[in-house]
């Protein structure tokens, strides 16, 4: 199973809402990684995950929290987000954190915050 | 400041007419350069690493090259499925506060590609 997959596919909140998007990989890989995506611009780093602890955080403020419970599994909760927060939001893993330059990305979730 | 510049921003083709897409990097202490793949609302597809100067890789009609300052992607007689936008990448040390793993990746050349 060469495949990252990410759920749900599109998700339309409100700024009050909580809500929480889901990665799974079963490639044994031991990094993962969350990004987001704007139009036309390429992906943001947000988080690396290493062996199921956060290694970076890229400044992202604290309304994006993540939580990795294995080492197959990542989640972002979403709490209080603003509508410049609307994007692509990427997963993606690697077999390490160090050969991080060979990911596999999952096909994203398509956020609205209205 | 590690930098990753792409050209151009767009490419149109007709089908199998050749080119070459561009990718200079300034960065300290290279760690491998990655092409990428994203159609449209899709997550990036790997393509290629490359690690040092005069490597060369090949997939099908694509060809990847790296000298020291800048990689190219050369297609061959590009197909309509080729269309898409090319994302290149470079990883670099960890910085202070940064991850061991961190990709820089440039802004993209969006390929089109018509019958």
């Known amino acids: 199973d060469t495949e990252v997959t990410q759920t749900p596919k599109h998700l339309v909140m409100g700024m009050t809402n909580k809500k929480s998007l889901k990665c799974e990989q079963h490639?044994?890989?031991?990094?993962m990684y969350w990004y987001k995506q704007k139009a036309k611009k390429p992906p943001e780093l947000m988080f690396v995950y290493s062996y199921e602890k956060l290694s970076i955080n890229e400044s992202v403020p604290s309304r994006f929290s993540p939580e990795c419970p294995n080492s197959s599994l990542l989640n972002l909760h979403l709490h209080a987000l603003q509508p410049e927060d609307s994007a692509l939001y990427l997963c993606?893993?690697?077999?390490?954190?160090?050969?991080?330059?060979?990911?596999?990305f999952g096909p994203g979730t398509r956020l609205t915050v209205l | 400041e590690d930098q990753v510049t792409q050209s151009p921003e767009a490419l149109r083709l007709q089908e199998g007419e050749s080119s070459s897409l561009n990718c200079s990097y300034t960065?300290?202490?290279?760690?491998?350069l990655f092409w990428y793949r994203q159609d449209p609302g899709k997550g990036p597809e790997f393509l290629f690493t490359?690690?040092?100067a005069g490597e060369e890789k090949e997939k099908e009609r694509l060809k990847a090259t790296l000298t020291k300052k800048e990689s190219f992607l050369h297609i061959t007689a590009p197909k309509p499925e080729d269309s898409a936008t090319y994302l290149c990448a470079v990883q670099v040390p960890r910085r202070q506060g940064g991850s061991q793993g961190n990709l820089i990746f440039g802004k993209g050349t969006k390929l089109s590609v018509k019958p």
């Open positions: 993606a893993s690697s077999l390490l954190e160090t050969s991080g330059g060979e990911q596999f």
């Open positions: 960065v300290s202490g290279l760690r491998g």
């Open positions: 490359l690690y040092s």
């Open positions: 490639m044994g890989h031991r990094a």
